[in-house]
Nanobody, 115 residues
Framework: QVQLVESGGGLVQAGGSLRLSCVAS????????MGWYRQAPGKQRELVAT???????NYADSVKGRFTISRDNAKNTVWLQMNSLKPEDTAVYYC?????????WGLGTQVTVSS
């Protein structure tokens, strides 16, 4: 089994920065397709950013240019660097891992951006 644990969420003022971390256990990240998703109350979960097993990245238009996803397979860790945060970024952020037909989710970490 694979377990994902997110950390780094918190309260920040608009324009500030946060870095989220996702640490995997049970399997090395090598070969996994990793992503960050977010969900605000009453809204659907949406894709924020992904990074493939070979390092290719993809971002939602709403965060492009402000967020950066990265990974270090040796540390079994994926990060989401969030800069120039806006109140509309407020949500629970979830780490996601895909490996073949298998998919895993973390429990989420709260990010709150005040105006």
């Amino acid at each position: 089994q694979v377990q994902l644990v997110e950390s780094g969420g918190g309260l920040v003022q608009a324009g500030g920065s946060l870095r989220l971390s996702c640490v995997a256990s049970g399997r090395f990240l090598r070969g996994m397709y990793m992503g960050w998703y977010r969900q605000a109350p009453g809204k659907q979960r949406e894709l924020v950013a992904t990074v493939s097993n070979i390092g290719r990245t993809n971002y939602a238009d709403s965060v492009k240019g402000r967020f950066t996803i990265s990974r270090d397979n040796a540390k079994n860790t994926v990060w989401l660097q969030m800069n120039s945060l806006k109140p509309e970024d407020t949500a629970v952020y979830y780490c996601n891992a895909q490996y073949g037909v298998w998919e895993y989710w973390g429990l989420g970490t709260q990010v709150t951006v005040s105006s």
